[in-house]
C-alpha cells in the first residue's frame, strides 16, 4: 500500500539522523515494527522501563503518514462527545475526552526535554457551525462540554465576525489544545529512546515471521532474524496489511501548504480551525507563518487515483481558505494527498488476533492519530510491565 502521495513539506523542516539496517540475528523483549508516531511514542514510553526493545522501520522514520499528518492536536474528536455518549455511555465517553486532554498535557511537559524542537504550541481550536442546520448540535455539545468541566466558550456569529472576519452561524473556541510538527516530533522522540538504550534500524523490512510458545520470531528482508518476547505492530495503516481489522475504516485526505506570511496577517490567536461539515475543511498555521489545511476526504485509497487528483484537490483547498480569509494572498507551494484511517465506532484500538500470538496492533485511526498514538502506547507500557490501568479495556478486543 502506497500511503502518500506528493510534494511534502514536514520533511523539509528538519535534517534526519539516519540509523542503521539490520544486518545479524538478535533477540529483545519488545519488537516495535513501524519508525512513525506510534512506534516512536512507544519506544520512548517503553525506553522508561527495564525492557531490551528494538525498533524497525522498512524505510526512514516518519516518512510514512507521520510525514503527511497536519499535527493539529485536540481533546475533541471526529466524534462529537454527544455522540461518544450516545455509542459508549456518558461515562465512557467522557473519560475518552479526559484521556485525550490528558494527552495533551503530557505532550506539553515532555516536549522540552527533547533534543529536536517539534513546534509544540498551545493553541485554541475555532469548531464552527458550517450551516445554520448545525448550529443546535453544537450548542448541545458545548453545554456537554461545559457540564464536564473542559475549556470551552460559545461564540455567536457576531463574535466570529469580529474576532475572525467571516460569517459563521456558531462556534465553540476551546482552549487547551495543540499544533506540532508530527515528522519533528517522531524522530525526537525515536532519538531519545535510542539515547536510553532502543536499539533503532532503518532500510528494515519485514517479510516473515514465524511463532513459538513463548516468542515470536521475524524474518527481515535482508536475511537477518529478531526473536521477541513481544512485537508491537505500530506501522500505521499499514498495520491493515498485516492483519485487516473490519472496525477500520481507510480513506484518502489531501493537504496543502501555503507561502509564508507575515505574522499580522493570520487570523485570530493562530487557532486551529474546523467545522462541522464531513468531511471537514481544517486549518492551522505553522512555525515559519505559513497556513496548512486539509481536507476534502474521499474513500478510495488507490495511489494512481489519489495522484490523479492531487492538482485539483490542491486548487480546492487553497479556494475554501480564500473563502474564510479573501484578503490574502495565497499560494499554495506544497500539497499532498494520503492514506487516512479511521474506525467505525469512533474509538482507536488496541488488537490481539488469536493467529498473530505475542503481537499488540497499536492502531490509532482517527483524526486525533498523534494523541491517540500517546495514549496508546502508554497504555501498552503499563500492560508490558504489569501496570494495572483500566482504561485499557475501553480500547482493547471491541
Not at 523490512?205 to 513459538?212: L, S, T, V, Y
Not at 498514538?373 to 475501553?394: P, V
Request: with cysteine; hydrophobic share 35%.
Amino acid at each position: 500500500m502506497e500511503i502518500r502521495s506528493g510534494t511534502f513539506f514536514w520533511p523539509e523542516t528538519v535534517t534526519h539522523k539516519p540509523y542503521p539496517p539490520l544486518d545479524m540475528d538478535i533477540c529483545c523483549d519488545v519488537l516495535i515494527i513501524g519508525g512513525g508516531e506510534s512506534g516512536a511514542h512507544c519506544a520512548y514510553f517503553l525506553s522508561e522501563t527495564d525492557l531490551n526493545v528494538v525498533l524497525v522501520e522498512m524505510d526512514r522514520a516518519g516518512c510514512g503518514s507521520s510525514s503527511t499528518n497536519t499535527g493539529l492536536l485536540q481533546y475533541s474528536n471526529d466524534k462529537m462527545l454527544t455522540a461518544c455518549s450516545n455509542s459508549f455511555g456518558r461515562e465512557t465517553a467522557v473519560r475518552h475526552y479526559r484521556l485525550c486532554e490528558q494527552a495533551l498535557k503530557g505532550l506539553d511537559k515532555l516536549v522540552p526535554s527533547l533534543s529536536i524542537n517539534p513546534d509544540f504550541k498551545i493553541r485554541e481550536t475555532l469548531y464552527y457551525a458550517s450551516e445554520e442546520a448545525d448550529a443546535d448540535a453544537l450548542r448541545k455539545e458545548y453545554d456537554m462540554l461545559k457540564k464536564h468541566s473542559f475549556q470551552a466558550e460559545w461564540l455567536s456569529a457576531s463574535d466570529i465576525k469580529r474576532m475572525y472576519g467571516f460569517n459563521k452561524p456558531a462556534a465553540i473556541l476551546s482552549g487547551g489544545d495543540a499544533e506540532v510538527n508530527p515528522y519533528k516530533l517522531a524522530l525526537s522522540l525515536i532519538e531519545a529512546a535510542a539515547a536510553r538504550g532502543v536499539r533503532v534500524f532503518e532500510k528494515t523490512e519485514i517479510n516473515g515471521r514465524k511463532f513459538e510458545e513463548s516468542h515470536a520470531i521475524m524474518y527481515t528482508a535482508g536475511g537477518a532474524s529478531i526473536k521477541a518476547k513481544k512485537v508491537i505492530m505500530a506501522a500505521g495503516y499499514r498495520n491493515q496489511e498485516i492483519r485487516c481489522e473490519k472496525n477500520a475504516v481507510l480513506s484518502s485526505t489531501y493537504a496543502i501548504a501555503t507561502n509564508r506570511l507575515k505574522e499580522k496577517e493570520i487570523w485570530h490567536g493562530q487557532t486551529l480551525i474546523w467545522e462541522t461539515a464531513r468531511p471537514y475543511l481544517y486549518l492551522r498555521t505553522t512555525a515559519d507563518n505559513r497556513i496548512i489545511a486539509g481536507g476534502l476526504d474521499e474513500k478510495t485509497i488507490e495511489a494512481e487515483k489519489i495522484e490523479a487528483k492531487l492538482i485539483h484537490k490542491k486548487d480546492q483547498l487553497l479556494m475554501e481558505v480564500k473563502k474564510l480569509f479573501p484578503e490574502l494572498k495565497l499560494e499554495a507551494e506544497y500539497f499532498w494527498g494520503g492514506v487516512f484511517g479511521s474506525t467505525h465506532d469512533g474509538l482507536p484500538m488496541i488488537k490481539e488476533y488469536p493467529e498473530l500470538p505475542h503481537c499488540l496492533f497499536l492502531l490509532g485511526y482517527g483524526g486525533n492519530g498523534t494523541i491517540y498514538s500517546y495514549m496508546l502506547a502508554s497504555l501498552i507500557r503499563d500492560l508490558l510491565t504489569g501496570k494495572q490501568n483500566d482504561d485499557l479495556q475501553m480500547y482493547m478486543q471491541r
